[in-house]
């Protein structure tokens, strides 16, 4: 299942760098995303957004073959069934991290070739502004490399005050 092979994934740098190193996982991975449906079962979302996640886990030096329009279509997806299917919205923001995990192993720039998103770009931009207000991420230095680890927010106006955001975002280093 994919919850399986999340599970082998996630166990060890050395799993992770032989199912990326063959290359067959990021290729079954692709197809899957492709190959789906709007509409299919959130369970089977939610299992290959854990199975993404891992794969691109902090261990990744060099970025795997996954499809960044894929990813994105992805999280559209989930965002226009976040209405009526409210469990939806967390997987959409697994995927939208996922995808800025990607980004940022690309060194920002996605190699030619890669497939572009099927969304419409009305829908991209909705989306995207969506799950960006709900994020954000910190930079983290781990074993002497530094990783950008993105993250869904808290309510934070609920918690801070504007005063204290802003002291937190121009002093904390």
Not at 32 to 44: F, K, S, T
Not at 80 to 104: C, K, N, T
């Amino acid at each position: 299942t994919i919850e399986s092979l999340r599970r082998l994934v996630a166990g060890s740098a050395a799993n992770q760098a032989a199912a990326c190193n063959e290359g067959h996982l990021c290729d079954c991975l692709n197809s899957l995303l492709r190959g789906r449906r709007r509409g299919q079962e959130l369970r089977v979302l939610r299992a290959t957004a854990g199975l993404v996640t891992a794969l691109l886990g902090p261990e990744v030096a060099a970025a795997p073959a996954l499809d960044a329009g894929c990813l994105s279509d992805a999280y559209v997806e989930c965002y226009l069934r976040r209405q009526s299917e409210p469990e939806a919205e967390p997987i959409g923001f697994e995927f939208y991290h996922a995808y800025l995990r990607l980004r940022d192993l690309c060194g920002g720039q996605f190699p030619a070739g890669r497939r572009l998103a099927t969304a419409s770009p009305a829908e991209l931009r909705e989306a995207r502004a969506f799950y960006h207000a709900g994020s954000d991420s910190v930079e983290l230095l781990m074993s002497g490399q530094l990783h950008r680890v993105h993250f869904l927010l808290a309510d934070r106006r609920r918690y801070l005050r504007q005063e204290i955001q802003d002291r937190f975002k121009y002093e904390v280093d």
